[in-house]
């Protein structure tokens, strides 16, 4: 069974962290939100959030890979903004009318 460390390096976790962070500060720039409208700001509303998800796991997956997490909380801190997620994406649904089911 492969950990990991054999599936990830140290070098592979930075260079998504360094992604992901690109993709955080696009959709939070303050000239990205002045030139939304409410419903775009919705979205990247849910964009921020999922960004923050990912980051957190990032840094779990680079603190394993160094033998401890040390982050106190990580499962709330990671539940509560994909639960800030899923609220805004239902809101967004119901606002456009959009059915999925």
Do not use: W
């Amino acid at each position: 069974m492969a950990t990991l460390k054999d599936k990830f390096t140290h070098e592979d976790i930075a260079a998504l962290n360094k992604r992901l962070n690109y993709v955080f500060y696009q959709a939070t720039h303050g000239n990205t939100r002045t030139k939304s409208g409410v419903v775009e700001l919705q979205l990247l509303n849910i964009v921020d959030q999922l960004c923050k998800v990912s980051g957190m796991l990032l840094d779990i997956m680079e603190q394993q890979l160094d033998g401890q997490i040390e982050t106190f909380d990580p499962y709330r801190y990671i539940n509560g903004k994909l639960e800030t997620a899923e609220i805004g994406i239902q809101n967004f649904l119901q606002i456009k009318k959009i059915d999925i089911d």
